[in-house]
C-alpha cells in the first residue's frame, strides 16, 4: 500500500523515528492550519481546524509500513499520543472508503495522487486548559510573556516550520516577534 503522511510542524523537520520512506514533498492537500496548540513546554503548535477559513498547503510523505494500521501506530508513538487516544488523534483515509467529515479535501487528494491512503494527526486545538484557539493577541502575548527557554523553544518551533506553512499567525508572529522562517523548504 502507498500510505502517506500528512505533516506541516515538526514532522517534517525532526521526524525522529517515524517509519517513513525519506523526503518530504510540497504538494499536499490544503488544510485549515494554525498555532493554535500550547504544549505543555509553552510553545505553540500547529494543528488542524476544521471550521478555520485559512487554508495552507501541507507537505507528505511516505510511510515504510504496509498498512494503515501499523502507519497510524507509528505516527502516534512519534507524537506521543496514548494508546487509548489513537482512534481520535490519529485519523486516516483510504480509497474506497467514506470521505472524512471535517477535511473530505485529503480523499481527493489521496485520490488525485494515485495513493492508497493517508495518515494525519489531529490533536484539538488546546489554549490554557480548554480545547480552544486562541485569539492571534491571545497568542501573541502569551509568546511574549514565555520564560526566556520556553521561548527560545518556542521561536525555533515557529523559524523551523516549512515555508509554505504561511498562515496568519505566522506572518504576525513574523512582523511583531521577527520570528522569520530558517527551514529549506
Known amino acids: 500500500?502507498?500510505?502517506?503522511?500528512?505533516?506541516?510542524?515538526?514532522?517534517?523537520?525532526?521526524?525522529?523515528?517515524?517509519?517513513v520512506?525519506?523526503?518530504w514533498f510540497d504538494d499536499g492537500p490544503f488544510l485549515p492550519i494554525e498555532f493554535a496548540r500550547q504544549s505543555s513546554d509553552g510553545r505553540l503548535t500547529l494543528v488542524l481546524l476544521p471550521a478555520y477559513e485559512s487554508r495552507v498547503r501541507s507537505l507528505w510523505t511516505l510511510f515504510s509500513l504496509g498498512t494503515i494500521e501499523r502507519a497510524r501506530e507509528g505516527l502516534r508513538q512519534r507524537e506521543g499520543i496514548l494508546e487509548k487516544n489513537k482512534a481520535e488523534h490519529v485519523h486516516a483515509w483510504s480509497t474506497g472508503g467514506p470521505s472524512h467529515?471535517?477535511?473530505?479535501?485529503?480523499?481527493?487528494?489521496?485520490?488525485?495522487?494515485?495513493?492508497d491512503a493517508a495518515v494525519w494527526t489531529a490533536l484539538p486545538p488546546k489554549f490554557g486548559d480548554?480545547?480552544?484557539?486562541?485569539?492571534?493577541?491571545?497568542?501573541l502575548a502569551h509568546l511574549r510573556g514565555l520564560p526566556h527557554e520556553q521561548r527560545r523553544k518556542a521561536e525555533r518551533y515557529v523559524?523551523?516550520?516549512?515555508?509554505?506553512?504561511?498562515?496568519?499567525?505566522?506572518?504576525?508572529?513574523?512582523?511583531?516577534l521577527r520570528w522569520t522562517p530558517k527551514s529549506a523548504m
Open 130 to 139: 480548554q480545547e480552544v484557539c486562541p485569539s492571534i493577541d491571545q497568542a
Open 101 to 115: 467529515p471535517s477535511f473530505p479535501e485529503i480523499g481527493a487528494w489521496v485520490t488525485r495522487m494515485a495513493l
Open 159 to 176: 523559524r523551523m516550520t516549512p515555508r509554505q506553512v504561511d498562515t496568519p499567525y505566522r506572518r504576525r508572529f513574523e512582523a511583531e
Open 21 to 23: 520512506q525519506g523526503r
Open 1 to 19: 500500500m502507498l500510505i502517506a503522511c500528512l505533516g506541516w510542524g515538526s514532522l517534517v523537520w525532526d521526524p525522529r523515528e517515524l517509519p
